[in-house]
């Protein structure tokens, strides 16, 4: 069974910074290009940033581009993103996923229905 855990959210003010994690177990990550997505209240999830599985390229929502870093250590089973000068839009749950479909080591989904696995979330709350 894979399980995705998230962790690194907190409250914030606006400018700070965050980083989160997302560690993976059950499965090794090595060969799954990776998401994490945010929902805000009432809104619908949204696409964050996507980072393949070789060369770690990545793809970035425009509301995020410059602000936001996505990195990944295979080794430890592990994709990070690093938030930067945070604002108060940014507040949500942010939840990392997994893309575990044969893809091109350049891979970098941006649609939900393209991930199989799912953590539950970690809130990310920033203050005015």
């Known amino acids: 069974q894979v399980q995705l855990v998230e962790s690194g959210g907190g409250l914030v003010q606006a400018g700070g910074s965050l980083r989160l994690s997302c560690v993976a177990s059950g499965r090794t990550l090595s060969r799954d290009a990776m998401g994490w997505f945010r929902q805000a209240p009432g809104k619908e999830r949204e696409f964050v940033v996507a980072?393949?599985?070789?060369?770690?390229?990545?793809y970035y929502a425009d509301s995020v581009k410059g602000r936001f870093t996505s990195s990944r250590d295979n080794a430890k089973n592990t994709v990070y993103l690093q938030m930067n000068s945070l604002k108060p839009e940014d507040t949500a749950v942010y939840y990392c996923?997994?893309?575990?479909?044969?893809?091109?080591?350049?891979?970098?989904?941006?649609?939900?229905?393209?991930?199989?696995?799912w953590g539950q979330g970690t809130q990310v709350t920033v203050s005015s």
């Open positions: 996923a997994a893309h575990t479909r044969s893809s091109g080591r350049n891979y970098t989904p941006s649609g939900d229905y393209e991930y199989d696995y």
């Open positions: 980072i393949s599985w070789s060369v770690y390229n990545t």
